[in-house]
């Protein structure tokens, strides 16, 4: 019976799941190069629980901004702890990039990071896709250099502006 159904089967449900997957960005190639970055002047929540949860700090600093009428840059989270050594949970600032001139909307603390050498991972991807991509591809390059993934690292996301389109999401560990 069902190799007789195998290709409604396909075409109802297979396809669909390759499509989205594609749509938000699952085949795109990760570029991981060595590179010079920041510095960055950001407006952040603390953060510390399970790293599935991070979205919901994030919207918080969003909403300050808001309240502010001050414009948000780009999304930054730095890590600061591990979530392989702390069972899925992390320390982090969560929040947005700031203009030069730009003031810190209340409830929200000031945060910079300097510019310094680093590796990076970037990748076009949807924003619940691309960290579990950029992170997996820059393991394996600091895998054959032999090392390995150490904290903080500095997450950006940078929305492509359009409701069809996906960002670009960049991750930063220092060399």
Request: proline share 7%; charged share 20%.
């Amino acid at each position: 019976m069902f190799k007789k159904q195998w290709p409604a089967f396909v075409l109802a449900f297979v396809l669909p799941i390759l499509a989205v997957f594609w749509w938000w960005g699952g085949f795109n190639a990760v570029s991981v190069t060595e590179t010079v970055a920041g510095p960055y002047r950001f407006a952040y929540l603390d953060y510390e629980g399970p790293i599935n949860d991070m979205r919901k700090p994030q919207r918080m600093a969003l909403e300050k901004f808001t309240d502010a009428r001050i414009a948000p840059g780009d999304t930054i989270s730095v890590i600061l702890t591990d979530p392989r050594a702390g069972n899925g949970k992390v320390r982090a600032q969560l929040g947005y990039l700031l203009a030069d001139n730009a003031a810190v909307p209340s409830g929200l603390k000031e945060g910079s990071v300097a510019r310094r050498p680093v590796y990076s991972a970037q990748v076009q991807a949807a924003v619940l896709l691309a960290p579990s991509k950029a992170y997996q591809a820059l393991a394996e390059a600091l895998r054959k250099r032999g090392r390995d993934i150490a904290m903080p690292t500095v997450e950006l996301y940078r929305p492509a502006g359009e409701a069809d389109r996906i960002g670009v999401f960049t991750l930063e560990m220092n060399r």
